[in-house]
């Protein structure tokens, strides 16, 4: 018979170290695996049972180290890690790529006609708003208002830049018109995210030591994080919404689309597929999860608030969200 399994394993983090991109990335490949979307409610109510159990102390009789890990990775894609609350299906890390898949792919292929940008720029922006809500740093509600607020300013910032650029572009080569996609979706992700975190910027996000005890919130690692999540996801979009356009601009000029055009979205969304598997974690891996700051950069009344009660802290951590 097996060993018993120790009961000492810090399942709080990742399996992986998170302070280089190599332990990054293979967190965020089994955060974003879309397999995880196939999983019935009784395996991840299971994969709950198992952590919280095991950070409470308790081990079942027979769990084995990799069973351990495999149970926080199936809780973690599923259920919120500041709330506990399980996520919405579509707004998981999880759905990443087959969802942005299926839209980027449409986007691009149907950018020519006006309706057709404001139909999947909406469609695009419902879908950001989910994910942005449900991967929100910190455990305090949003207001229906302030959901609403973001979600109209992103899809409107979102098809003005899409039409403005479109009429812009019309005597331009081809090429450059498809492109109007990736910068409306790379301007609407700097409107939608800070507008639906907005809360955080206005009270700040918890901040702990790295004990994981809590010392307070912070606007400053609000900011912090709301730039970093900014970045990752502009990145993520980049190359789906880059390299497909120059590969279909080339075949489109070849007999074998010109004879079967209704390959073009199939082509179109497989091509995103392909570049979104590995850009969805890479870049999700830009930056730790558990993002950092040093006290100093901290507001000034933060920064009493530590120094008062833990004068020997000196950095602080934080969730920045996805």
């Known amino acids: 018979m097996p060993p018993a399994l120790p009961a000492t394993i810090n399942i709080r983090e990742p399996r992986w170290d998170q302070?280089?991109?190599?332990?990054?990335?293979?967190?965020?490949?089994?955060?974003?695996?879309?397999?995880?979307?196939?999983?019935?409610?009784?395996t991840l109510e299971e994969a709950r049972r198992v952590v919280e159990d095991?950070?409470?102390?308790?081990?079942?009789?027979?769990?084995?180290?990799d069973q351990l890990w495999r149970a926080k990775y199936v809780y973690d894609s599923a259920f919120h890690p500041d709330t506990g609350e399980k996520m919405l299906l579509i707004g998981r890390m999880s759905a990443q790529v087959p969802m942005n898949m299926t839209?980027?792919?449409?986007?691009?292929?149907?950018?020519?006609?006006?309706?057709?940008?404001?139909?999947?720029?909406?469609?695009?922006?419902?879908?950001?708003?989910?994910?942005?809500y449900t991967n929100r740093s910190g455990d305090a509600p949003i207001p229906p208002s302030q959901l609403g607020t973001a979600y109209v300013s992103a899809t409107t910032g979102a098809v003005v830049t899409?039409?403005?650029?479109?009429?812009?572009?019309?005597?331009?080569?081809?090429?450059?018109?498809?492109?109007?996609?990736?910068?409306?979706v790379a301007a609407a992700n700097c409107i939608n995210i800070p507008l639906m975190r907005q809360r955080e910027l206005k009270l700040g996000?918890?901040?702990?030591d790295e004990n994981g005890n809590r010392l307070g919130e912070s606007t400053?690692?609000?900011?912090?994080?709301?730039?970093?999540?900014v970045v990752s996801r502009i990145g993520m979009a980049a190359p789906a919404m880059a390299i497909p356009p120059v590969i279909m601009n080339?075949?489109?000029?070849?007999?074998?689309?010109?004879?079967?055009?209704?390959?073009?979205?199939?082509?179109?969304?497989?091509?995103v597929g392909l570049c979104l598997v590995f850009a969805t974690p890479l870049c999700c891996a830009?930056?730790?999860?558990?993002?950092?700051?040093?006290?100093?950069?901290?507001?000034?009344?933060?920064?009493?608030?530590?120094?008062?009660?833990?004068?020997?802290?000196?950095?602080?951590?934080?969730?920045?969200?996805?």
Not at 54 to 60: E, L, Q
Not at 166 to 177: C, D, E, R, V, Y
Not at 205 to 208: A, D, L
């Open 19 to 42: 302070s280089t991109f190599q332990g990054r990335a293979k967190h965020f490949f089994m955060v974003t695996d879309p397999r995880n979307l196939l999983l019935s409610g009784a």
């Open 220 to 229: 400053a690692a609000a900011r912090k994080a709301i730039f970093q999540v």
């Open 103 to 132: 839209i980027t792919g449409c986007m691009l292929t149907f950018y020519r006609t006006t309706p057709a940008v404001l139909f999947w720029q909406w469609v695009n922006q419902s879908f950001n708003a989910i994910v942005n």
């Open 205 to 208: 996000i918890p901040i702990t």
């Open 162 to 184: 899409a039409l403005g650029l479109k009429s812009l572009t019309k005597h331009l080569p081809a090429i450059i018109g498809r492109y109007v996609p990736f910068a409306a």
């Open 250 to 271: 080339a075949l489109e000029k070849r007999a074998f689309l010109k004879r079967y055009p209704y390959l073009n979205a199939p082509l179109q969304v497989g091509l």
């Open 54 to 65: 095991y950070r409470a102390g308790t081990v079942p009789p027979g769990l084995t180290e």
């Open 286 to 322: 830009l930056f730790p999860q558990k993002s950092s700051m040093r006290v100093s950069r901290l507001e000034p009344q933060v920064q009493a608030r530590i120094r008062e009660k833990e004068p020997a802290v000196e950095v602080v951590y934080f969730n920045k969200g996805l």
